[in-house]
């Protein structure tokens, strides 16, 4: 069984930084693409970042040059290193990723890590 498992998060000062992990457990052959979404109060669930399996990124307008996405492969973990935080960064951050298990491909979500920037 497939797990994805989320740390990092919390509250941070305008201007600062912190770093989102998203670790997947269980029967994992391949993990193919990768993203990270928020969803703030009352507003849908927005893209914010992906990676595919070949190293193709892709940002959201509001965060490029301030937020990276990468993978350790070795260690099935994706990371969102968040820097120059504004107040508007504030939301529910979650991991996505396409999990080949070797039974069944599928989606999958992380169980979501608040995120709290204050001017």
């Known amino acids: 069984q497939v797990q994805l498992v989320q740390s990092g998060g919390g509250l941070v000062q305008s201007g600062g930084s912190l770093r989102l992990s998203c670790a997947a457990s269980?029967?994992?052959?391949?993990?193919?693409?990768v993203n990270w979404y928020r969803q703030a109060p009352g507003e849908q669930r927005e893209l914010v970042a992906g990676l595919t399996s070949a190293g193709t990124t892709n940002y959201a307008d509001s965060v490029k040059g301030r937020f990276t996405i990468s993978r350790d492969n070795v260690k099935n973990t994706v990371y969102l290193q968040m820097n120059s935080l504004k107040p508007e960064d504030t939301a529910v951050y979650y991991c996505?990723?396409?999990?080949?298990?070797?039974?069944?491909?599928?989606?999958?979500w992380g169980q979501g890590t608040q995120v709290t920037v204050s001017s």
């Open positions: 996505y990723a396409y999990i080949n298990s070797g039974l069944l491909t599928d989606n999958y």
């Open positions: 269980g029967s994992i052959f391949s993990m193919y693409v």
